[in-house]
């Protein structure tokens, strides 16, 4: 993420007239800060990365700012992956309101979730990351695209993007640190022998980057629950379209599968 030197600056317009972003910008420019990317939000709000500066000049720029009535600062603060990715975007991503691991994107935005994904995936360290969605959304290859733009390693644990994948042992070059890890739990479950499952077992047990399709199913049959997920990120094909897992049926529907 980015250094100790960087602000987020964030500001509802209010009025828009004429001239508006250039007296910000020599303002922030007064107090020795420079602006990195500056960048639309939406229709009336405005993002901008600062680096320089100290907090004491930080706090004088938004003391200043308080007092033009044709804006209204929402933010000013360390940048976080939301704001670069909001400012990159133009647009911010859907945050659930309750459960803040949970993050909504549709199909027109593939992506900002490849984006966001991916600069996930740099992060060192083990992260278990649920990717929610009914098929045909494009999950697999968004995880996929994910993992190249982070210059990571994917290995796919189960899949059926290239016919179906049930992964029994991994090769050295497979554990490497920089290796990310790809299950469709739906074919781990209900296809998946009992030496598949192990390996799936022992994977989400690891320290690397595991990204789960279907989490649901996972947590259903207890391989895993979502306590353990740091992040949980649904892929629907409209804003409303419902997500939901009947078990049972998969349970009929693969019956006689696996071992």
């Known amino acids: 993420m980015p250094g100790d030197n960087r602000w987020y600056l964030e500001y509802h317009i209010a009025v828009d007239r004429p001239g508006l972003l250039g007296d910000i910008a020599s303002l922030v420019g007064a107090l020795g800060l420079n602006i990195l990317t500056i960048s639309g939000v939406d229709t009336r709000r405005r993002g901008l990365v600062l680096e320089g500066g100290d907090e004491a000049r930080v706090e004088l720029l938004a003391h200043v700012l308080d007092r033009m009535p044709t804006i209204r600062v929402t933010a000013l603060r360390r940048p976080t992956l939301i704001d670069i990715l909001a400012i990159r975007h133009g647009r911010y991503i859907e945050q659930d309101a309750v459960d803040r691991r949970v993050f909504r994107f549709t199909r027109e935005e593939l992506g900002i979730l490849v984006n966001f994904l991916g600069e ?23 995880a996929v695209a994910a993992a190249v733009y982070a210059g990571k390693r994917w290995v796919l644990l189960s899949a059926s993007l290239f016919g ?96």
Do not use: C
Not at 211 to 226: I, K, Y
């Open 120 to 142: 996930l995936m740099k992060g060192e360290g083990r992260r278990l990351i649920g990717l929610r969605g009914v098929p045909r959304t494009g999950k697999t290859e968004a």
């Open 164 to 259: 179906d994948v049930l992964r029994t042992e991994l090769d050295a070059a497979e554990r490497a640190p920089d290796v990310v890890y790809l299950v469709d739990a739906i074919l781990t479950v209900f296809r998946g022998s009992s030496a598949h499952r192990e390996l799936v077992r022992e994977v989400l047990q690891g320290s690397h980057t595991v990204v789960v399709e279907h989490p649901d199913v996972l947590v259903e049959e207890r391989f895993a629950a979502w306590e353990d997920f740091q992040l949980i990120l649904e892929l629907r094909n409209a804003p409303h379209e419902e997500i939901r897992y009947d078990v049972a049926a998969l349970e009929e529907r693969y019956a006689g599968e696996g071992d």
